[in-house]
């Protein structure tokens, strides 16, 4: 998948402004780019009036989607944005063969709550995988969806 520029460009528009520099979870230009050149990869715009305020980007595995990022712009936010990207992500994930979704998250995050909700629930974690900017370091926790 090659995206046009716009949508890289709103993609990282988004990216810069919704991860907190401290986790160091926002990717690169260069990363999301390459990501998508593999040919494995795909990503899904949330548009508001304005242009776009949040994204994904999802990999296809066998019999599985894994979520790499999931983003909405602080402005966007608790409007049901990330859930609906969510709902797409799984419909997309079905038709490309998946029968789960599977994504990795700092543990704390609150987006874990999001998740919980929709229905992913813990497979996995490793302890003190993410080394943060102040030095000290996150468990990840790997979560997981059967997509009926
Ligand atoms: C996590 C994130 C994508 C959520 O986006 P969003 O569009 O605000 O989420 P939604 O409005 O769809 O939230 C749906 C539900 O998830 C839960 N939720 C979402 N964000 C939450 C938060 N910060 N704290 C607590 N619950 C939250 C709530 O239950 C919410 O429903 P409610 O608003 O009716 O209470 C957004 O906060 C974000 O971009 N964060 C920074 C990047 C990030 O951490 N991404 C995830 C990496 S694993």
Redesign the pocket.
């Known amino acids: 998948m090659n995206p046009p520029g716009d949508h890289l460009d709103q993609i990282m528009a988004v990216m810069q402004s ?2 907190d520099p401290v986790f160091g ?1 926002a990717w690169t230009r260069r990363q999301v780019e390459d990501s998508l050149l593999v040919g494995n990869c795909h990503y899904e715009l949330a548009l508001a009036n304005e242009g776009c305020a ?1 994204f994904y980007l999802a990999r296809t595995g066998y019999e599985e989607v894994e979520l790499l990022l ?3 712009a602080p402005e ?9 990207l969510l709902a797409e992500l799984a419909q997309s994930a079905r038709q490309r063969g998946a029968t789960r979704l599977l ?1 990795e ?1 700092r543990r704390d ?3 874990g ?2 998740y919980r ?1 929709f229905g992913f629930t813990p497979i996995g974690e490793r302890k003190d995988y993410y080394k943060l900017a102040n030095g000290s370091r996150a468990d990840a926790i790997t979560l997981a969806l059967h997509l009926p």
């Open positions: 919704a991860f979870e949040g999931l983003a909405v966007h936010r608790r409007r049901g944005i990330a859930r609906h994504l998250m995050n609150p987006a709550l999001l909700d």
